[in-house]
């Protein structure tokens, strides 16, 4: 039996990253993960491996902004949150994943 794969295409990250943390606000790591995990109906996982940096990176473009405070467990984590420039790069990732989408299906459609 093949085994089932949920990663998540090769930038899409930040579209889903971005929209969580527009929708829900700001939140740590894990809570993105779960957030995205929930919202998707369990069918998306995202690796710690690939948030993480995904997140610094974002942090470092200007798109999320990162502060310190406690978690629901009492415990230490950043905690990040979209910027005005996030928003504006959340806007180009929907009209980006809309066209790719769009040629997907027409392949699928017509091929």
């Not at 069918?43 to 995904?54: D, F, H, K, N, T």
Request: zero cysteines; aromatic letters at 8%.
């Amino acid at each position: 039996m093949a085994k089932h794969r949920n990663d998540i295409l090769q930038g899409t990250l930040a579209l889903l990253v971005l929209r969580t943390l527009a929708t829900q606000g700001p939140l740590h790591g894990y809570a993105v993960t779960g957030a995205i995990q929930r919202s998707s109906a369990e069918l998306l996982r995202v690796e710690e491996g690939s948030l993480y940096p995904a997140l610094h990176r974002m942090e470092q473009q200007g798109w999320l902004k990162a502060t310190w405070g406690i978690t629901e467990k009492n415990r230490e984590a950043r905690f990040y949150e979209i910027t005005r420039m996030g928003r504006t790069q959340l806007a180009r990732e929907r009209k980006t994943w809309a066209r790719l989408t769009e040629g997907v299906e027409r392949v699928l459609r017509y091929a």
